[in-house]
């Protein structure tokens, strides 16, 4: 009797180690795959407003691209470092213009900086051929914002350091994270060539190549992406053929109504000024054929933040969009 207890305890004891085993290997492998699914490069996207499956990594870690986050500025008689047909971000804020290079965006992304107090964030995605400028004070807190190395419809995802939401650059929203559904503003921003904008400002800032980062601004990280067809990620709607798929377009959002002015048609039309009436608005579009470079005013003749993009990205993220055509 003593020998056959002790092996049906031995039995028992075998049994319950093996469910035990098994339980926690259970446990683990449902834990790991659900961490697989709710963090991306380090991310938490548990509550993500948009398909986790659809966020995609570019390559690089977290800020593997470093922002900018204490920009130095020259003169512009000091920046020789630019050429005339160069391309710039600029803007105005407070009767200060500042340029910020292209050449010095793509290998940097952002670039948190403020006027007078006031505190903004340029952003620049080369692959959707995007720049557009933030305020950074959200919610009573002035954000600083990173690269987070991922994509969404192939448009850079860009995060704030404060509570790591990540955000969509061109939804110009919070995707995931304590803020996420959180819109941002946006500012008006030139995208236009070196001598456009010095001829318009000539006490304009500029940018400094003294980021503190070695990198090689005279060299395009992208070069031909812009000419080639093809895109390196996958998005969501695939633009109709009629335009090539980088043709640049002035993207314009009347009140939730959205509409597309590709250059090559506003190249075609011919006017450096015109009216156009999207959702019951009147809008007046100047285009200057010369620096290929556009700007949009209210029925109050006050500019509006318009988004310069690639076709493909602006059709991705609005599908239904209106086009201009030139008669």
Known sequence: MF????????????????????????????????????????????????DVDEILSGGPKKDGIPAIDKPKFVAAKHADFLSPEDRVLGLVIDGVAKAYPVKILNWHEIVNDRIRGNAFVVTYCPLCGTGVAFWSNIRGQKLKFGVSGLLYNSDVLFYDRQTESLWSQIAATAVSGKLAGTVLEQLVLAHTTWSDWLEKYPRTLVLSTKTGYLRSYNTNPYAGYE???????????????????????????????????????????????????????????????????????????????????????????????????AK
């Open 227 to 325: 000419q080639s067809r093809k895109l390196y990620f996958q998005v969501n709607h695939q633009a109709p053929k009629t335009y090539h798929p980088k043709e640049r377009v002035l993207g314009l959002n009347a009140s939730g109504v959205y509409k597309a002015y590709p250059f090559v048609e506003l190249n075609k039309h011919g006017q450096s000024q015109f009216v156009d009436v999207v959702n019951e608005q009147s809008f007046t579009i100047e285009w200057d054929q010369e620096h290929q470079s556009g700007r949009i005013m209210d029925g109050d003749n006050n500019e509006v933040p318009v988004m310069q993009a690639f076709w493909f990205a602006w059709f991705c993220f609005h599908p239904e969009t209106e086009v201009f055509q």
């Open 3 to 50: 020998h056959c207890h002790s092996a049906c305890r031995a039995g028992s004891r075998r049994h319950y180690l093996l469910y035990v085993s098994v339980m926690i290997s259970t446990l683990l492998l449902f834990s790991s795959a659900a961490s697989a699914v709710e963090r991306k490069n380090g991310f938490n996207v548990s509550n993500a407003l948009i």
